[in-house]
């Protein structure tokens, strides 16, 4: 049997989101949601994943895995 490698998913889009709306929406697409900075309240103002800062205007070319860590920073 070959492993063809972590079921990869597609990141939601977040963008002009509050900090308790992308944290519900990221765990909705089945990703851990790590530390958060800030008042959530607030518009998201940049996140990591796979240990890669994201900021609006990004694009992933290759979403990170499932289960795969996002912390943000609102």
Same mark, same amino acid.
Do not use: W, Y
């Given at each position: !049997? %070959?492993?063809? @490698?972590? #079921?990869? &998913?597609?990141?939601?889009? !977040? ?6 709306? &992308? ?13 958060? %900075? ?6 998201? %103002?940049?996140?990591? %994943? @796979?240990?890669? !800062?994201?900021? #609006? ?9 499932? @289960?795969?860590? !996002?912390? @943000?920073?609102?």
């Amino acid at each position: !049997v %070959v492993s063809k @490698g972590p #079921e990869m &998913v597609a990141l939601p889009n !977040v963008t002009g989101l509050n900090g308790l709306a &992308v944290v519900a929406a990221l765990k909705q697409a089945g990703f851990t949601v790590g530390a958060t %900075v800030g008042d959530l309240a607030k518009p998201l %103002v940049s996140m990591t %994943v @796979g240990g890669k !800062v994201v900021i #609006e205007g990004d694009c992933l070319m290759m979403p990170p895995a499932r @289960g795969q860590g !996002v912390a @943000g920073t609102a």
